[in-house]
């Protein structure tokens, strides 16, 4: 029974093959994640106008309590449940990979903000560069590990140099050559 449904879904996805080679190429998305997003969204990115509003239709958008500029915890709004199935296993995937982006992003939100929240942003990522991918036709380039890094030397080499007098440390930089 199950290879005769492997087979329908194989003929109704037919027409979207193209769509969904190119998203398996995120980190995290296997087949049947990528069948998922492609029946749930309908593989039309034309219908959501911004990454930020098929983030919000999915209900991955985070809330905003905001009252006396202070902003208060808030939770996700419900979202579509087979879509947010597929997600959620997609940022458990992607949080494992070795060396990429979105598990550098689940790593370092992980730290200060635990768990679920750390996997709710790497779904909010995965469904911004899925909308990126539907609407330019590019496929899916890595970040890479070392972004945060290397995006602000100058921070990361602040950061270490503290690091290093916090262990005891004097510390003098000279020029490499």
Do not use: C
Not at 8 to 15: D, F, H, S, W
Not at 140 to 156: E, F, I, K, S, W
């Amino acid at each position: 029974m199950q290879g005769f449904l492997t087979a329908q879904i194989e003929v109704v996805i037919a027409p979207f093959q193209a769509f969904r080679d190119l998203i398996r190429t995120i980190p995290g998305i296997s087949t049947l994640v990528a069948d998922v997003v492609i029946a749930e969204t309908g593989a039309d990115m034309g219908v959501f106008p911004t990454a930020e509003q098929l983030v919000s239709w999915a209900g991955v958008a985070s809330g905003s309590n905001e009252s006396a500029g202070r902003r208060k915890a808030t939770t996700t709004r419900p979202g579509h449940s087979y879509l947010k199935a597929a997600r959620g296993q997609a940022a458990e995937a992607a949080s494992r990979s070795k060396g990429t982006f979105l598990a550098q992003r689940y790593q370092r939100i992980l730290r200060r903000r635990g768990k679920k929240r750390a996997l709710v942003a790497v779904q909010r990522s995965i469904l911004t560069a899925i909308w990126h991918m539907a609407t330019t036709g590019e496929v899916y380039t890595d970040l890479g590990a070392d972004y945060y890094r290397t995006q602000n030397p100058d921070r990361t080499k602040r950061r270490a140099i503290a690091q290093l007098e916090a262990l005891g440390y004097a510390v003098t930089l000279k020029e490499a050559s």
